[in-house]
């Protein structure tokens, strides 16, 4: 009898975000690397209250939550994860990641980030601690550079995926002006965006 190696971990991807809206660059950059990095499935992640963005209006969570899922749903490698939102109060991606954890003892994480969060990601607190929580996969993003010194180099990888050079924050000043969305963001979140008037500053 051979060596006993134990259950075979599942590959968890993690993509935390504000999702205000989620938009196909979100969905283009889990699914891309979901297939490079043999991913079994990809837990979408709303913040709670972002502390980054708290001096900014943000949609009520509930709405992102609900966008977020709209946005999923079809695809069965995809799943979405109450947990920060349900947390309350800002969303630390080291309690997301510890919760994660402990929800899935069998399972390693991988937290796929854009190169614009992972260029801060330095700047948040515990990074020892998320860096032995998770994996780190940067990908690219139009306008930012993929390439952080300091970061350490067996807890984070690179991953180029299709160029979608698309924004919440632009989606966002798109409706406030009365522009389409359509195909920026799946067709059921440009309908939501309508029956809720979300962004629009006379709703
Ligand atoms: P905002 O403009 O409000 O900051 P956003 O488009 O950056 O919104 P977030 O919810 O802040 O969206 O992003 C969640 C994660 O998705 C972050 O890691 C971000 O870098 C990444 N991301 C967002 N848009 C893209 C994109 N077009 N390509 C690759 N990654 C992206
Ligand atoms: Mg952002």
């Known amino acids: 009898m051979g060596e006993q190696t134990g259950p075979v971990k599942r590959r968890l991807g993690v993509m935390g975000g504000t999702f205000d809206p989620i938009h196909h660059g979100h969905l283009v950059a889990a699914s891309e690397v979901a297939s490079q990095f043999h991913l079994d499935e990809v837990v979408f992640v709303p913040t709670g209250q972002p502390w980054q ?9 509930e709405d992102r939550y ?30 997301t990641l510890r919760e994660l954890r402990s929800l899935n003892e069998n399972a390693d994480l991988f ?19 998320l860096f032995s929580l998770a994996h780190f996969i940067g990908v690219t993003r139009p306008g930012h550079i993929l390439a952080n ?24 000043a798109r409706v406030a002006q009365g522009e389409p969305v359509w195909y920026l963001v799946p067709d059921g979140v440009v309908r939501y965006i309508d029956k809720r008037r979300l962004y629009r500053h006379d709703g």
């Open 66 to 95: 609900l966008m977020t899922v709209i946005a999923t749903a079809s695809n069965p490698q995809f799943s979405v994860s109450r947990i920060d939102i349900d947390r309350g109060g800002p969303t630390y991606t080291t309690d």
């Open 53 to 61: 963005k708290s001096h900014k209006q943000v949609s009520p969570a």
């Open 149 to 172: 010194p300091g970061l350490p180099e067996d807890r984070v990888s690179f991953v180029e995926v299709p160029a979608l050079a698309i924004s919440s924050s632009d989606c966002r």
């Open 111 to 129: 937290f796929i980030t854009g190169a614009d969060a992972l260029a801060q990601i330095l700047t948040w607190r515990d990074t020892d601690e």
